[in-house]
């Protein structure tokens, strides 16, 4: 029983060392959305960004917008990764975020509905992670409106 407990809070505690936050909870469509991902935990954080991604302002016009997360639209029965973020063919870097610290993201996603963001991370200092992703944790933002 006490296993289970200890198991249960670890877990809690794991989910809780990132949080993915965005300015506001609605958005339109392509409209510049200020990813900020933080390590509110006591150890440092790995986690990719992807250099070969590109939002589109519109359709004659982009713009090079490196991201370390996955987006996810709301379907009828579940979630499904939209074509952005982390893919075949980008550059991935290691980003090594210390405790207390954030950086910023910004991306564009052409997309109408309900979304959410992904980030795929290990706790701990590791360059070697993009490689292969091993020992990785999942952190998901609220959920996003975009008309």
């Known amino acids: ?10 877990s809690i505690l794991a989910s809780a060392q990132v949080r993915i936050s965005v300015p506001q909870q609605q958005y ?4 510049k959305i200020d990813v900020q991902i933080s390590n509110s935990g006591a150890e440092e954080i790995t986690f990719c960004v992807e250099a070969g991604y590109i939002s589109y302002i519109d ?3 982009s713009e090079p917008s490196p991201t370390p997360i996955h987006v996810q639209q709301k379907g009828p029965r579940r979630w499904s990764t939209l074509l952005t973020g982390p893919d075949i063919g980008s550059i991935p870097s290691a980003e090594i975020l210390r405790p207390g610290e954030s950086q910023h ?15 795929e ?19 998901k933002s609220r959920e996003i409106s975009i008309e």
């Open 59 to 61: 359709s004659e016009h």
């Open 105 to 119: 993201f910004p991306f564009r996603v052409n997309a109408h509905g309900t979304i959410r963001l992904l980030l």
């Open 28 to 31: 339109k469509s392509r409209d």
């Open 121 to 139: 991370y290990r706790v701990g200092s590791d360059e070697q992670f993009c490689d292969g992703r091993k020992g990785r944790k999942i952190a």
């Open 1 to 10: 029983m006490l296993c289970t407990i200890l198991t249960f809070c670890c």
